[in-house]
């Protein structure tokens, strides 16, 4: 499975970013898709994931109430919605996909990885 990101960006704080991640798999509706951000000297940080059928989404407590995640199957993309950005957002974002089970926080749980946007939240 390849994923791509896009939509990262300059933004200001307070302002909004809307993220995409789009797979080239036919089955992507059977995989978990999560979000991830990573800033220079810290592991990764989990933002949000979302079940196969988007019913179930979880969010990393940094985010919530502020980001929502989202996909449509029949396009193979998921979305990152972020609202009320903060100069703490700035990262790199990536999406991810694992192939079983449910949402999972923890980066090694995923099998697949995009190639990372930046987000970069000004004062």
């Known amino acids: 499975v390849q994923l791509q990101a896009s939509g990262g960006g300059l933004v200001q704080a307070g302002g909004s970013l809307r993220l995409s991640c789009t797979a080239s798999?036919?089955?992507?509706?059977?995989?978990?898709m999560g979000w991830f951000r990573q800033v220079p000297g810290k592991g990764r940080e989990f933002v949000a994931g979302?079940?196969?059928?988007?019913?179930?989404?979880d969010y990393g407590v940094a985010v919530k109430g502020r980001f929502t995640i989202s996909r449509d199957n029949a396009k193979n993309t998921v979305y990152l919605q972020m609202n009320s950005l903060k100069l703490e957002d700035t990262a790199v974002y990536y999406c991810?996909?694992?192939?079983?089970?449910?949402?999972?926080?923890?980066?090694?749980?995923?099998?697949?990885w995009g190639q990372g946007t930046l987000v970069t939240v000004s004062s």
């Open positions: 991810a996909a694992r192939t079983s089970g449910r949402v999972q926080l923890r980066g090694p749980e995923y099998d697949y």
């Open positions: 798999a036919r089955t992507f509706s059977s995989h978990v």
């Open positions: 979302i079940s196969r059928t988007g019913i179930t989404a």
